[in-house]
Nanobody, 115 residues
Framework: QVQLVESGGGLVQPGGSLRLSCAAS????????MHWYRQAPGKGREWVGE???????NYAESVKGRFTISRDNAKNTVYLQMNSLKPEDTAVYLC?????????WGQGTQVTVSS
C-alpha cells in the first residue's frame, strides 16, 4: 500500500503564489512518474502536469509557464509551485502515482484564488 498526502493549499489573491507538496509513504520502492491533477467544483478532473523519475516535467497548456513541478526522490516528495495564480485555478489539487500497476491518489488540497 502507498499513501499520498498533499499539503500547502489555501486562499491566495490573484497573481499570488502557492507551493503544494505531495508526500508518498508506504511501499514506495521504485520511483515512478508522478502527476498532479485538479478538480474544480462541478467540473471533471483535469490533468495539470507530470514529472518523470529523472525530473523531466510536462504541463497542461492552461498552466504552462506559471506552474513548475519538482521532486525530491530522497524525501519521496513532489512539489507543485504555482505562480501568477488566476481565479480559474481554484480547485482541489491531487497527486497521483502508479506503483506495481496500481494507481494511488491523495485526498487533495484545496486552492482558492480570490480577492
Amino acid at each position: 500500500q502507498v499513501q499520498l498526502v498533499e499539503s500547502g493549499g489555501g486562499l491566495v489573491q490573484p497573481g499570488g503564489s502557492l507551493r503544494l507538496s505531495c508526500a508518498a509513504s508506504g511501499s514506495t520502492s521504485g520511483i515512478t512518474v508522478m502527476h498532479w491533477y485538479r478538480q474544480a467544483p462541478g467540473k471533471g478532473r483535469e490533468w495539470v502536469g507530470e514529472i518523470t523519475p529523472g525530473g523531466i516535467s510536462n504541463y497542461a497548456e492552461s498552466v504552462k509557464g506559471r506552474f513548475t513541478i519538482s521532486r525530491d526522490n530522497a524525501k519521496n516528495t513532489v512539489y507543485l509551485q504555482m505562480n501568477s495564480l488566476k481565479p480559474e485555478d481554484t480547485a482541489v489539487y491531487l497527486c497521483n502515482g502508479v506503483w506495481f500497476g496500481n494507481p494511488y491518489w491523495g485526498q487533495g488540497t484545496q486552492v482558492t484564488v480570490s480577492s
